[in-house]
T-cell receptor, first 112, second 111 residues
């Protein structure tokens, strides 16, 4: 089945730790995105990538980092610099930036 | 800066009703508009994508319209069912290579 796989589904982070969220797609899409969702707020863009080895900051990139070494993969690292990381993180992909976007099932990150 | 608003924030209807969800955006210079469904604790499922040159799109019991000049899109759900209960999100593709999301309408369809 074609789609987007995010792992893990749940992740717990201790204070001061970096954690990495995985996002893999087998849709052969060029563009990939990371969004953050908080209760009562719309999804906010963290980073996006339109092509391998290239990515741009979104609206709330501070405290996050990404890489795009392979077309299929776009991992997100939540660093210790992110002061309020508890949220639901969603990865998406599309053939181009303004075509239909498809989402993974999300990773819920909690700081303990 | 593009802002997307969805009204109402929550809606409760009995099974079988036809209903309309509203989405408004402040900048009419959008490329496309996409409607999604989100079940609790899950990711987003794409429902319909309306190209900027189109006025509406249909999929089964769903019909979405787009009026760029007035900054509005509507999602019409015919003959609602309990399985339609979810949060519905709209998102506008802006000229800055990103989707701008509304905060969603939480729909509850009771049997």
């Amino acid at each position: 089945d074609g789609g987007i796989t995010q792992s893990p589904k749940y992740l717990f982070r201790k204070e001061g730790q970096n954690v990495t969220l995985s996002c893999e797609q087998n849709l052969n899409h060029d563009a990939m995105y990371w969004y953050r969702q908080d209760p009562g707020q719309g999804l906010r863009l963290i980073y996006y990538s339109q092509i391998v080895n290239d990515f741009q900051k979104g609206d709330i990139a501070e405290g996050y980092s990404v890489s795009r070494e392979k077309k299929e993969s776009f991992p997100l690292t939540v660093t210790s610099a992110q002061k309020n990381p508890t949220a639901f993180y969603l990865c998406a992909s599309s053939t181009e930036w303004n075509t239909e976007a498809f989402f993974g099932q999300g990773t819920r990150l909690t700081v303990v | 800066k593009q802002e997307v608003t969805q009204i109402p924030a929550a809606l409760s209807v009995p099974e079988g009703e036809n209903l309309v969800l509203n989405c408004s955006f402040t900048d009419s210079a959008i490329y496309n508009l996409q409607w999604f469904r989100q079940d609790p604790g899950k990711g987003l499922t794409s429902l319909l994508l309306i190209q900027s040159s189109q006025r509406e799109q249909t999929s089964g019991r769903l019909n979405a319209s787009l009026d760029k000049s007035s900054g509005r899109s509507t999602l019409y759900i015919a003959a609602s069912q309990p399985g339609d209960s979810a949060t519905y999100l709209c998102a506008a593709y802006t000229g800055f290579q990103k989707l701008v999301f509304g905060t969603g309408t939480r729909l509850l369809v009771s049997p």
